[in-house]
Structures are given as C-alpha cells and as structure tokens.
C-alpha cells in the first residue's frame, strides 16, 4: 500500500516558468511533510518542509502548500532554473517516526 | 550544517564476501540513522533505523543477519552486507537525524556491486 504518492513520474518545464510538483498521502496521522532533491547517484539533499499545523512554507524560490483536508501537497519552484534538473521525492512521516517516500517526479527544465 | 558522508562510495566484491560502509554525521549528533537502498528508478526502500547504542530495528523482509547495522555513536553508524551476493547490488544510503528533529540529511550513498 503506497502511503504516499507522486502520480507524475515526470515534468518538463520552461527556465523561468513556474514547476509545481504534487504529492498525494493516503495517512491522515502524518504530521510532517518533507521535498527532496536528487541527482543520479548521489543522496538526496533536503530541500523544504511543513508541519501539518500549516498550509504554506516558502523558502527562497521554493514554496510547499499543504491541503490537508485533500491530503494533498505541492512544491512550487519559481523560477525554474536548469539546475532545478532533478528527481523530487516528497516524504511524510507520523510524529518522529520513520520517513515514507513518494516515488519521486523526474523534473526537467529546459532553457 | 547537516552533512552526511559516506565511505566508500564505490565498491566492488566477490560473491561469499563482506562489506562494510561507514556513514558519518560531520555536524550533527545522530541519534537515529536510517539506511535505504534505491534500485534504478525506483524509490528509496528504507531497510532499519537504528538508535545510538540500540538495536537496529529492521523493516519487513529484510534480513538482519545479513545486513548487519551496528550505531556505536552519535556520529558514526555502519552497514555490514555479509556473504554478499549479486542481487545484494545496490545504491545504498544512510541519513541521519538529530533528536527532537523531523528532517533527515543523507549521504551521498554507496554503489555496491558483488560480482
């Protein structure tokens, strides 16, 4: 049972445009919310995270929005930058608990 | 702040051998360190948590007498694959996360390929 989704395996985006990444959960005992980045071969970076007692989070370009009545979230990059070129994995987890992983979107930015 | 590092980052063993990869929190206190494995194109599959000075705890259906953790510090926790086989080839990555914290830092991972 995937707890946690990302039903895009992959996005092509503009430079400049905005990306908007989603993830879908299915746990409603998951209070926190995490975006990661990563490059082929190597971890993934830690990028942004939200704790379910808000609906927004921004951190420079990026910015994750959480609806928990849809169990739903969303990272938005923008500006794209080619740079941004990665697999985005959301994850979520239930008090301290261990991380669930999404499958990861695949995102290319194109100049 | 939060670096992970990983040792080695590549390595190649015979079938029947051990292996043993270190995983690092530079910065921070690890008190719990996870270890994941990725196969190509998949997602990250968590394999145990361990707790500093505690057992490691492992998921379901993952061996635990052949991927032996051991978390003797609160910077350095090691993953020992022992009579490895070909299917045991993987990308595998630890993070780390400090107490009281939700986030995790990974490392940079550890290609395995047993020959």
């Known amino acids: 049972d995937q707890q946690v989704k990302q039903n895009s395996p992959s996005l092509s985006v503009q430079e400049g445009r905005i990306s908007i990444l989603n993830c879908d959960y299915t746990?409603?005992?998951?209070?926190?919310f995490l975006w990661y980045k990563k490059y082929p071969a190597e971890g993934p970076t830690f990028l942004i995270s939200i704790s379910s007692i808000k609906d927004k989070n921004e951190d420079g370009r990026f910015t994750v929005f959480l609806n928990k009545s849809a169990k739903h979230l969303s990272l938005h990059i923008v500006p794209s930058q080619p740079g941004d070129s990665a697999v985005y994995f959301c994850?979520?987890?239930?008090?301290?608990?261990?991380?669930?992983f999404g499958t990861g979107t695949r995102l290319q930015v194109f100049p | 702040g939060a670096v992970v590092s990983q040792h080695p980052s590549r390595v190649i063993c015979k079938s029947g051998t051990s292996v043993k990869i270190e995983c690092r929190s530079l910065?921070?206190?690890?008190?719990?360190m996870f270890w994941y494995r990725q196969f190509p194109k998949q997602s990250l599959m968590l394999m145990a948590t361990?707790?500093?000075?505690?057992?490691?705890?492992?998921e379901q259906g993952v061996e635990k007498d052949k991927f032996l953790i051991n978390h003797a510090s609160l910077t350095l926790s090691t993953l020992t694959v022992t009579s490895a086989h070909p299917e045991d080839s993987s990308f595998y990555i630890c993070s780390g996360r400090a107490r009281d914290s939700y986030e995790q830092y990974f490392g940079p991972g550890t290609r395995l390929t047993v020959t």
């Open positions: 994850a979520a987890s239930a008090g301290s608990d261990k991380l669930i």
């Open positions: 910065d921070f206190q690890a008190t719990t």
């Open positions: 361990s707790n500093e000075g505690s057992k490691a705890t492992y």
């Open positions: 746990n409603s005992m998951f209070d926190y």
